[in-house]
């Protein structure tokens, strides 16, 4: 079974994990010390040899299994994330699902992608030459993980980094670690050696001491611009993966079907309470339709069912914590001040915000400039496709953005001129799945993540060139 104790030889402190909406103590966890890190390093370096010598076939079957117990075990883990993270129970259950792909798209890669023939021979003086390229493990991988898709996330992390054949140290979200452990026990069941996943808890001074050992080959880190940042001053010579945030555009022409956008945008901005990097928060509509579009908006907002994310009616949980409601809350009350107005919620009941709708609000605000982080959205009226444009390209970081239209020529026009990571077209800024490409452009992310591209970026080419 994974813990966080087995690379300590004296007692540590523990940190209690509770329940975002009730606040009730579900577990805890052992906290890891600064001065462990040395042992934490040796192990995963004891961890890298075992998994480097795993066949592909082995790590294909033991992450196939993987996705298998996952599934069977889909209403525990989804129970689990419901109590730790706050997600309403129907979209937990998806996250379970979406986390047993992931591991069965990472099986796939560790059977198939093992490297390319190299035509040699096509160059004049190389004639009689014949040889390919394998794609070797890096090494011991740091993975840390945020809270907003505590198994999914993890999963990403881990999946491709077993199939390439490397050893990860696994440092999950203080506010989410249960839910981590348990797909590492799950991993482990399915017969993964537990030295290949050593899983740590600790401060920001743990998170220090890992990225910036020398050992650690790859970072790959999901979270804030401002972490990323510290992270890329600390790591030194090593390869970075990050996701960092976004702010998504959504942009809503004359001729897009105004209900369809509705029923899209609703669900892509509130989905797991607004705590979504990909969910749509700036929502910019042509001035001809910004009426209808924004009273079927709050009405379709106003109807969302909100609270006790247990309840399988329930549209919208709480936030993962009532610190961070109170910040979505001073978000709003800074916009207000400066002028702008709410047309729905605006209501807190510790840890649950209610879905709000803010329309009027000033560029300067940080509730249009940064990522909110929340169940919050703005509405912003505008004339031309080139006002549309810049408005959405003027944030410094973008994950994804969406085009809502009937004119095949304008979407891909908007396409190629929207500086985002993806464009979804008529559709929401949140879809994804877990085989594309995913991250962002400009300062809001450094590398990709989707499992193929997740595993390139965790494997080196070595090439074998045989003159004969």
């Not at 198994?151 to 989410?176: D, E, M, R």
């Not at 611009?225 to 809503?252: D, H, W, Y």
């Amino acid at each position: 079974m994974a813990t966080m104790t087995s690379i300590r030889q004296t007692p540590s402190p523990t940190l209690d994990v509770r329940n975002p909406y009730t606040g009730a103590t579900i577990g805890s966890v052992q906290q890891t010390d600064v001065q462990d890190i040395d042992r934490v390093i040796e192990r995963a370096k004891l961890g890298f040899e075992l998994s480097r010598k795993l066949s592909r076939y082995t790590r294909h079957g033991i992450l196939a299994r993987a996705a298998s117990l996952v599934l069977e075990r889909q209403d525990e883990l989804a129970a689990l994330i419901v109590a730790e993270a706050g997600k309403t129970i129907r979209q937990a259950r998806k996250e379970v699902r979406r986390a047993a792909n992931t591991l069965s798209l990472s099986a796939d890669e560790a059977r198939s992608n093992a490297g390319e023939v190299v035509p040699f021979d096509a160059f004049e003086g190389s004639e009689n030459r014949t040889g390919w390229f394998t794609r070797e493990p890096l090494g011991v991988i740091a993975a840390i993980t945020p809270y907003n898709d505590a198994l999914n996330l993890v999963a990403h992390k881990l999946g491709p980094a077993i199939a390439a054949g490397n050893s990860v140290i696994l440092k999950p979200s203080q506010l989410t670690p249960l839910t981590a452990v348990r797909l590492v026990d799950l991993l482990i069941e399915a017969g993964l050696p537990d030295e290949i996943i050593t899983v740590v808890s600790g401060d920001r001074t743990v998170a220090q001491a890992i990225v910036g050992a020398r050992e650690v080959r790859l970072v790959s880190f999901t979270g804030g611009f401002a972490t990323g940042e510290a992270i890329a001053r600390g790591a030194g010579l090593k390869k970075l993966s990050m996701e960092l945030g976004g702010n998504a555009p959504v942009v809503i022409f004359d001729d897009a079907r105004i209900n369809e956008a509705v029923e899209a945008t609703v669900s892509g901005s509130f989905w797991a309470a607004g705590q979504n990097c990909i969910g749509s928060q700036r929502i910019l509509v042509h001035r001809d339709v910004y009426d209808a579009f924004r009273d079927l908006f709050v009405a379709a907002t106003s109807a969302l069912t909100v609270g006790d994310p247990t309840d399988e009616t329930t549209d919208v949980g709480p936030m993962i914590t009532e610190e961070s409601a109170m910040r979505a809350e001073r978000l709003v009350d800074d916009a207000l001040a400066a002028g702008a107005s709410v047309l729905a919620g605006h209501r807190r009941e510790g840890s649950v915000y209610q879905p709000t709708v803010l329309e009027n609000v000033p560029f300067s605000c940080e509730v249009w400039a940064d990522e909110a982080f929340g169940p919050i959205v703005v509405l912003q009226v505008f004339d031309t496709e080139e006002e549309a444009l810049a408005l959405a390209n003027e944030i410094d970081f973008s994950l994804h953005a969406a085009v809502f239209t009937n004119d095949l020529n304008r979407a891909l026009r908007l396409s190629a001129q929207l500086d985002a990571g993806g464009v979804m077209v008529n559709d929401s800024s949140d879809y994804r799945i877990d085989s594309m490409p995913f991250g962002g452009s400009k300062y809001g992310s450094m590398g990709r993540e989707g499992v193929r591209f997740a595993f390139e970026d965790m494997t080196q080419p070595k090439v074998v060139c045989i003159n004969g």
